[in-house]
């Protein structure tokens, strides 16, 4: 198998590059190859918390679209561990159906979202590297699914009730280390490489070979390309670094608690103190308290008290 050149970063290349084309074939082609179904993108959105995090952003980025049936897919890249990113995703999801339910609107108009996770961590345990989420009705005596009456599915155009909840996508790059002729996981490879070998031939991967090479960039592009890569490096290991540190201080401190209040004790505080012992490394290396935050998943508003 050849490769061909290095390309631009996903996250990047959605940061900087693909939310500012008309031509949406890239997206189009990997949420195809994702959801199994021919995906049209009729606009991009700006959701809340792309303007409220627009200068974060090195640990994470996310774009939204629409499709021409009006279901909204939140497509979100994250770098590094977080504590609460399950808790993240559902307040995403929560969010997001209200921002787009005007004041007055019937329920009926709640949109369908997709909440797409590109996560470079190891996110939960498993052996999978594609995780999806549904909403299940099911009897507590007899196990059966609750069905919609035929009446609500063409009153709704939908075959069941999980087809009106949110759905959420977990892709784990980090576990994924092959090539495969299924289109899935022919983006899976580019993810994880940024590569996209010539005999790639899933929705989307050709346009990406050619939009986004590196050579492609501006000046001012190829500058700001590195300086995120750099950026990614340093912060990587200011994370690393403190996350090393704060372990030892937090096991130091635990086994002191530990040894006064009791071992199971001691060793829940010892992780508080660990989180605690991190989150001051990582804001004496000058990191923001909301990134902190999603690093060692301790509420922002503490963090002021805690460094």
């Not at 199994?36 to 090195?58: Q, V, W």
């Not at 995780?131 to 007899?142: A, E, I, Q």
Request: charged share 30%.
């Amino acid at each position: 198998m050849e490769n061909d050149e290095k390309l631009i970063r996903f996250d990047w290349a959605i940061k900087r590059l693909l939310r500012h084309k008309a031509d949406h074939s890239i997206l189009e082609g990997f949420l195809t190859s994702l959801l199994g179904r021919p995906i049209h993108i009729i606009k991009l959105l700006e959701s809340e918390s792309n303007r409220e995090y627009a200068e974060n952003k090195l640990n994470r980025v996310d774009i939204l679209a629409e499709e021409q049936n009006g279901a909204k897919l939140l497509i979100e890249v994250q770098n590094e561990s977080e504590d609460a990113y399950f808790h993240r995703m559902l307040f995403g999801t929560s969010k997001l159906i209200s921002e787009y339910l005007r004041r007055g609107d019937n329920y009926e108009n709640v949109s369908k979202v997709y909440s797409i996770n590109i996560v470079y961590f190891n996110l939960g345990e498993g052996t999978d590297y594609v995780y999806w989420g549904k909403t299940v009705f099911r009897g507590l005596h007899n196990n059966e699914i609750l069905q919609l009456p035929e009446r609500m599915k063409r009153k709704y155009s939908v075959c069941n009730i999980s087809d009106l909840y949110p759905e959420y996508c977990i892709l784990r790059v980090n576990d994924f280390d092959k090539w495969s002729n299924t289109p899935l996981d022919q983006w899976m490879y580019f993810l994880s490489t940024s590569t996209i070998p010539s005999e790639a031939d899933a929705p989307g991967l050709r346009e990406a070979s050619i939009q986004l090479r590196v050579d492609n960039l501006s000046k001012e592009e190829k500058k700001a390309y590195y300086d995120h890569l750099d950026n990614m490096t340093s912060m990587r290991s200011i994370v690393d670094d403190a996350h090393d540190a704060g372990m030892w201080e937090g096991e130091i401190k635990g086994r002191e608690i530990g040894r006064a209040e009791g071992r199971a004790e001691g060793i829940e505080e010892g992780r508080l103190e660990e989180r605690i012992a991190i989150a001051r490394n990582l804001a004496a290396a000058g990191m923001d308290p909301e990134t902190i935050a999603s690093i060692t998943g301790l509420p922002v508003n503490k963090l002021t008290n805690l460094i």
